[in-house]
């Protein structure tokens, strides 16, 4: 049986690793982006309830004016 010649991929052993590497890095990448868009999620909400709060007049009641 002949060895397998991978060339300027490298080892099995090597490509294993990149393999494996990339696949951390995607499962990272994902936990991160779902995290992300969780929070992206909340400030759509606040900014929208910010904006209600301020186009229906609250603001002023909201916010301890002195007088």
Same mark, same amino acid.
């Given at each position: ?6 060339? #300027?991929?490298?080892? #099995? ?22 995290? @992300? ?15 209600? /709060? ?8 909201? /916010? @301890? @004016?002195?007088?």
């Amino acid at each position: 049986m002949l060895p397998v010649q991978l060339g #300027p991929l490298g080892s #099995p052993p090597t490509l294993l690793f990149g393999l494996v590497a990339l696949a951390v890095v995607l499962f990272v990448g994902r936990i991160l982006l779902s995290l @992300a868009w969780r929070l992206v999620l909340i400030a759509a909400v606040a900014v929208t309830v910010l904006w209600l /709060v301020g186009a229906i007049s609250l603001g002023d009641v909201l /916010v @301890a @004016a002195p007088y």
